[in-house]
T-cell receptor, first 116, second 112 residues
């Protein structure tokens, strides 16, 4: 399977714990995005990378959130001191920026986080 | 100004009918308008997308109609099938900034 993969698919944690999610983009895709989707809503942009550089962060990304893409391939999203309001689906997407000005973002299956 | 407003919230259509979902935007700098389909437990998948230099784009049973002056665009699903039952999202972005701004979604149910 050459699509975007995310791990884990589901995570249940207690309030105050730290969690880390991983995203593996489509091979050779240089842009990687993180979105958050709550039940019954459209995804909300969190941050994106071009190669290893984090180009933009949403104001939704509080100081408890951090994302990395150390070698320009996979990315991790960490949430420290989780709160119940962090419960959501965390989606990762990737695209090949450069060949076209109008990219398609390919999405992974998401990581469903439940904070108890 | 960054919002994309989507309607209806839910839609029930008979098999074989036409499903129509509408979106409106404010930011005139948006120049890429995709529609995504999402099944429960899955990530969104691109269905069809349009740029504002054309008023209509058709791919199979799916058509986007775009009205630049009204700042509106819509998705038409012809000959709707039960397998089309899913949540549909419209989105918009600016060429130089690929952050997608999403509508709230439309839950479509096709009755056999």
């Amino acid at each position: 399977d050459t699509g975007v993969s995310q791990d884990p698919r589901h995570k249940i944690t207690k309030r105050g714990q730290n969690v880390t999610f991983r995203c593996d983009p489509i091979s050779e895709h240089n842009r990687l995005y993180w979105y958050r989707q709550t039940l019954g809503q459209g995804p909300e942009f969190l941050t994106y990378f071009q190669n290893e550089a984090q180009l933009e962060k949403s104001r939704l990304l509080s100081d408890r959130f951090s994302a990395e893409r150390p070698k320009g391939s996979f990315s991790t999203l960490e949430i420290q001191r989780t709160e119940q309001g962090d419960s959501a689906m965390y989606l990762c997407a990737s695209t090949a920026y450069g060949d076209s000005s109008y990219n398609e973002q390919f999405f992974g299956p998401g990581t469903r986080l439940t904070v108890l | 100004q960054q919002q994309v407003k989507q309607s209806p919230q839910s839609l029930i259509v008979q098999k074989g009918g036409i499903s129509i979902i509408n979106c409106a935007y404010e930011n005139t700098a948006f120049d890429y308008f995709p529609w995504y389909q999402q099944f429960p437990g899955k990530g969104p998948a691109l269905l069809i997308a349009i740029r504002p230099d054309v008023s209509e784009k058709k791919e199979g049973r799916f058509t986007i109609s775009f009205n630049k002056s009204a700042k509106q665009f819509s998705l038409h699903i012809m000959d709707s099938q039960p397998g089309d039952s899913a949540t549909y999202f419209c989105a918009a972005s600016i060429e130089s900034n690929y952050q997608l701004i999403w509508g709230a979604g439309t839950k479509l149910i096709i009755k056999p």
